[in-house]
């Protein structure tokens, strides 16, 4: 065993990190060692460390946080070079990549059932790096706010393209949450029944999957894509990020009906937009993303991943009146990483900034200090 | 003028009815005159006849209720001969009919570019018999509580298969409430993303519609449709149609979970319907439909059609987590007749018992008794 | 090793079959021995034997033909018995049980990638019961003409219906490979874009495949079906199947134009049907079946598995004009022997006498016999 | 009656034009003038000119050919001011339209029960523009190849965004034929089962509606576009459009075979595109495009307007194996005008210089020319 050691932030209890030296991995036949480039900050990361409902029931301490993570590979399994790289490619030392933070069993009913948007959901034996992959089981480093990563066998690995800056690389993740947009195209784009190129969409909520679902609309041909979010220095940059045709600041519309009637108005013929995408993670951005629907739209609701608390619709007017179709959309499937990373090319190709949604960088020691904040967009670890 | 006299009962405002006499109508070149066989009593008329919200904001007054109709063409005009017959075939006087009970301008934006089932939401200028068709301008009878029923150019009329009983046509409407069912099957259903044949289906209501949506899951292949509602004689009824596989009544399990839990063991794996047809038409079903759907299913709302309150629910447990494609229903497209009498042949062949739904006959005269009363499968008037 | 010996049916080359006996297999921790019941005689395996194209691009010889398979479970390893059992049981000695001809790897970029009834056409290290899996291999027992089969890890398994009878479950496979019936209802099937139930179909094909289409068709909520086909003893079969609205013999109309008009003639209002299923395996039935089609209907091509010729078609006449959505079919997935039990455990609720389909039994000696042969309906090796 | 008098170039029989003066229409309630900006010379206007199959089944002599129309609105009664703005506004004197060149009856069985993409296809006493409405009856001019157009009610008219050129306006009609890339999205394209934003497109074809399709799938998200066409003049400005990512010229590679692998090595993973629009309109189009897509994908066949010829396909390899989803595409809804108003202006915000596509400008004595030349992309009649 190597005498290197492997400084990480672990958290032992809900609201606590400590930083903790782990011996580093010796590697076996099937698995990869990572040199971490990268890690972001998720939302869930957060959400994760408070221990709001239901994270007590998965998550197991003591826990290395992460799952938004980018590195160099420094070591890999022979098995595990030909299995892990799913697009096809041979993974060698060298290879900077990404990866997707669940690893699926494949022979419970439900990875055998559901199509793999949903096994991601539902299988019974998932395990996720930065989530429920405890450290107390050796080789120990299954989270990204570390200086290291183990890759177990059945981890979806993605060569990251050699153009795609860091900065950028560390968003797949974030842009695999926004697939959504790209199921909402379902019930026949043609007849206005599903999301498809010339409709309108909204998003609500600025921060980054807010952020890249509006990119992701754009990019697959909306019309108009038109931003509903708060915090002055987000929808600062949300507007150099140069993809929507409007951006309202909740602030200067504090009035729900007036706001909602402004936002209606930015809509071809003013009956809101052909598909919603809730991002905004509270609960309260659903009757609001709902007021802006126009019937027979689409809702995508993708924020509320963890349980931020209730709230009262109308059967009638939410959604039979409505005409809606309303997907809830749990997680992402594995998949999904292929279309973020060429949504992502596409995106430098038309010069949009992506890179600009990584406004905060913090080392492993300042892991507790960047979970207790929430005054940026997108803040990453960099050990 | 012919001076013969026909009677009707007519909503003069708000939970008052009156008998009123009308002159027989002359008929004009593009519509038809029609003897009155049977009108279906509606939820719906009731939730009118009380002015429930958003009734008041569409009934005119004074106003013959009915739009569950069918009847014989006792004289029609050339033009109407032709174009009312949306099977292709010429109508002629004698033949036994039923009629969707909107017209839609086909003009308008809304008619022009949603498909002909957010039409029948969206209309501008839409007319329906029974609701916003008062009976003050002339020929006056513009609803089915009454002895004829004049109808009006774009009319969508249906011929009715000889071999069916009125007790069976009557239910036309119902049928074509339930178009939902056939909705549901969009999303793909190879891979358990929509409904489709060898699935289970559960209907949260006990009235028509939920019965009636029943036998349409049934007839579309469903492994297993279970039936959860109330009320004895209901239930009762339910069993006689025999196309349910178990039919729960909440006032045996009248605790919320304790009745999940039991209609969920009434599921293949115990991890609930990938179709839920909420048909009950009250707040509190929502809820409990989303608790019997299995993560990843489908959802259709059809019950609440006028205002009867507000629900709570969990943005992370109800839409999020549970994966689900929900599909807000808003009347059903023109359409729909021609799949609703489909249906209803199907169920005759398959010696499905539909007349007994209609449990209860009333003249015009009972009309307003008729409308107070709510201890009935489907009661129809008969002049 | 058990001096108990296996007598199978070998094909040693193109259009040879030889009778010899294997050693009875040593069970692993990870398979399983089953006691063949019964194994169907697919038209495939007559392609197979006779070396058609592209038979001889897949097939390893010495090979055990036979992949329509059940049987009872003999012996079975301790992880097999967890792992197989695709429904959730645990399998056990004495199951009785039918198996997914295919095991897919689960791990190249078709298998991660493409959904699951694409992952059963493109796996690139697939292995198949009777069709690439040698004998010469251990445990030999890799097909269905034998006296047992020996079941690899990675097989999917499903517990028969107890009170299903072994001629009818036999039928599992010809079943699922008419999941395309299910797969035409994807267009979004409420405007008359995919099939849905109320609609009509056409079966083209006489043989197993075209006869369980035709019941799948039924079970779905078709309002008519239509068999076209020819063979007398199969129509006669067709005919006491009894769910065919009409059988048309093909040796009746001889003349392509005459039939054709004839059949569109039982299709409401004369335009052709909703949803063509092409089952006949022969080149000339495609256009067939589009002259039968709709404008604007599905058509599923699921009979030309391997190369019987090629056709001449009209891309004017036979596909933009005719406004088609064209769905072909390779294989179907293993989940779907899961909606072909359901679909045979609802026919026989309705009284569908689906074991006589069955019409012929030979024992292991007589299979050369039966590969030659080509009068019967559906037949089966019965050790 | 004005004593003014109109120009029009006039198909007095097939391969036949000559220039004919008719009165100034007199102005009805329903109607529209239109003072012409310009046409569009349409490939089936060639096909129409030279009566080939099925043109002598419709065309109506005599004929004012021109279908792609743009002009200024001279005057207009009152009740078409209202009814034939499809996007809500009110038309008046000055406005700058372009409009569908089919009248749909809306009262057919087609009309009112197909999804209007396929009313377009099936109405009954659909008229059209330059095809069947022939200036044989008063007020004469219903074809583009004029100074003025009359237009009858039942026609949908757009309004013309004021900062669109002309040269981009009159290309409406021809990215409206391009709807087939947004129908390709209808098979759920999550599961790489139809085609979305991340994924790649073969266009064949190099004429003004490939370009068009290959920019439409640009806007809507895809990763690469590929362009397989001939003609020199053509594939340089297919250049100068700049979204294609690879330009092939047949003629570089006239051999089948080495084109297709060529092709094919330009595609992810060399398995083909997930989705190939077959452009050409030429028959041997369609067996190019097979081969070009990946197993599994979506082809569109929107070329082949009129009849050109046969192919041969195989069905086993090109339709089974290949496990195709092909969407026949006949003619484009009214509806897909809005969609390719909002596509176009898209691309002029992308910088993509439509306007290059129309090459050739020719007035009405010159329409016979133009007619029988084809060495450019777009020719368009000036009056």
Known sequence: MSIKKVKAAVMTEFKKIEIQNFPYPELREDGAIIKMIMCGICGTDKHLFEGRHPAPL?????????????????D???SAAIKM??????????DRVTWYAGILCGECY???FLPSNHAATLCLNAKGYGQNLSCVEEPHLF???????YLL?????????????DEVAVLTDVFAATIGVRKAMMPYPVLKEGF????????VGSGPIGIAAGITARISGAYKVILVGKI???LKIAEEIGVFDHIVDIDEYPDFWERSLYVLSLTPRNVGADLVVECAGVPEAVPEGLALLRRGGVFVELGNFLDTGNITINPFSDLCFKDVILIGQWSCPPQSFDVALKIMELSMKRGIPLAKLVTHKFNIEEAEIALHRADYMKGVIVP
């Open 58 to 74: 998965f998550v197991k301490f003591p826990l290395i946080l992460g799952h938004e993570n980018i590195g160099i590979i420094e």
């Open 76 to 78: 890999i399994g022979n």
């Open 85 to 94: 790289g799913v697009q096809g490619d041979r993974l060698k030392r060298g």
């Open 110 to 112: 439900h990875c055998r």
């Open 143 to 149: 989270g990204g706010y570390a200086e290291y990563c």
């Open 153 to 165: 066998p059945g981890t979806w690995v993605y060569k990251i393209p050699d153009d795609m800056p």
């Open 196 to 203: 498809g190129p010339g409709d309108t969409a909204i998003i």
């Open 232 to 234: 002055k220095e987000r």
